[in-house]
């Protein structure tokens, strides 16, 4: 991985502020290995998802343990980040990056089949984010490269538009609208304390295409001195309806939780919601 950046003074909203470019380039390899006798149980192909920016550059593509993907890849890369001398919070970043495939064939997650063809080139990742105080608005967009589009086929293959206002890790208001795999969807989550030990959050992700709500997760949180509790209730839907399930989380200082999977649930459909009891 080769990395250059360069540091110039500028002004930020009429505040002086530090000017980063950061260009990287990086080359990946990893063997390719037939992988179709071993069964799939929980492997989610993250191609069907919006790209981030730490996903296209670790060429990860599978989120489980049933399949690992080959690479023989170069990745490019570009950052422009504008930082407020005073104000560290206060920030505008842009970034691009590109994944060049040196391998025609990729692991498949399809059974009995080793590899699948794809494209010499990903798609182009872009974003930009805005920071100040406790706001935040981010875009990102996730470009088709391909030479000609149409309504199937547009430019902009996917996208997220979203803005976060965050005072306080339990006082918080996140709205995201996002196009995915193939839907629209709109996430819209938050916290609220009553006092400073009493809080509750929640969530909802709702797919415009349906008008049917996809998750929704809310629930409720005590924190004293030595202790903490966390009730939180999930809705999930699924081919026949709705999953649902409640869990109780118990944290003792010093001795961790009684609920991994309470903790990890709420943690990956609310990631702004970012309490740790101590």
């Not at 950052?79 to 691009?96: G, H, P, R, V, Y």
């Not at 409720?220 to 649902?244: M, P, V």
Request: aromatic share 12%.
């Amino acid at each position: 991985e080769l990395t250059n950046s360069k540091w110039s003074e500028t002004t930020f909203f009429g505040s002086e502020a530090n000017h980063q470019i950061i260009p990287k380039i990086s080359y990946d390899y990893t063997s390719k290995k037939k992988q179709s006798s071993i069964p799939i149980f929980d492997t989610k192909d993250m191609i069907n998802d919006l790209y981030t920016y730490e996903r296209l550059l670790s060429g990860e593509r599978y989120d489980g343990i049933d399949r690992f993907v080959n690479e023989n890849d170069i990745t490019l890369s570009l950052q422009s980040i504008l930082k407020d001398s005073l104000a560290e919070n206060n920030e505008l970043k842009f970034t691009l990056a590109q994944r060049f495939y040196g391998d025609d064939e990729v692991v498949s997650d399809t059974e009995n089949i080793d590899f699948e063809t794809r494209k010499k080139y990903s798609d182009i990742f872009a974003s930009a984010e805005l920071s100040i105080n406790d706001f935040k608005a981010h875009t990102t967009l996730q470009l088709n490269t391909a030479s000609s589009h149409n309504d199937e086929n547009s430019l902009i293959a996917k996208y997220s538009i979203g803005f976060n206002f965050k005072p306080h890790p339990r006082e918080f208001l996140s709205v995201t609208h996002k196009k995915s795999g193939g839907s629209r969807n709109l996430i819209i989550s938050g916290a609220y304390p009553f006092n400073n030990k009493i809080h509750i959050f929640g969530g909802i992700d709702k797919t415009f295409d349906t008008g049917k709500t996809t998750k929704e997760t809310y629930g409720i949180a005590y924190e004293s001195c030595c202790w903490a509790a966390r009730l939180a209730h999930f809705k999930t839907a699924d081919d026949e309806g709705y999953d649902y399930g409640t869990g109780l989380e118990l944290v003792f200082n010093d001795l961790g939780t009684t609920d991994t999977y309470v903790r990890n649930k709420i943690e990956k459909r609310l990631p702004e919601y970012e309490v740790e009891f101590d």
